[in-house]
Nanobody, 123 residues
Framework: EVQLVESGGGLVQAGGSLRLSCAASGAPFLDYAIGWFRQAPGKEREGVSCMDRNNGRAYYATSVKGRFTISGDSRKNTVYLQIDNLTPADTAVYYC????????????????WGQGTQVTVYS
């Protein structure tokens, strides 16, 4: 029911920052638990952050805690992922996803996915 479109990726130098956007349409993102995932070439998809339904509690993978911040703007129906102090290891396609559950998780299944946005970090 909900559609998701990511944007905001790009080519950045190590140490820089990006703010990724996940624009929802068709339904309020507030009705879903939201996750951010990334997939680097040749690697499995990795959950990096999620937040509970209704723009609720946020969670982060250990590897990104302190550098990544998830947030939502209900008026814009958009979820963001602020990424600070980027490193080359952050290079990946970043996806947002939604599931009609209250609690988010970085391991369980999500039903709705965006097309992804490329983040490339050079040293």
């Amino acid at each position: 029911e909900v559609q998701l479109v990511e944007s905001g990726g790009g080519l950045v130098q190590a140490g820089g920052s990006l703010r990724l956007s996940c624009a929802a349409s068709g339904a309020p993102f507030l009705d879903y638990a939201i996750g951010w995932f990334r997939q680097a070439p040749g690697k499995e998809r990795e959950g990096v952050s999620c937040m509970d339904r209704n723009n609720g509690r946020a969670y982060y993978a250990t590897s990104v805690k302190g550098r990544f911040t998830i947030s939502g703007d209900s008026r814009k129906n958009t979820v963001y992922l602020q990424i600070d102090n980027l490193t080359p290891a952050d290079t990946a396609v970043y996806y947002c996803a939604a599931v009609a559950l209250f609690y988010c998780g970085l391991g369980h299944r999500y039903d709705y996915w965006g097309q992804g946005t490329q983040v490339t970090v050079y040293s």
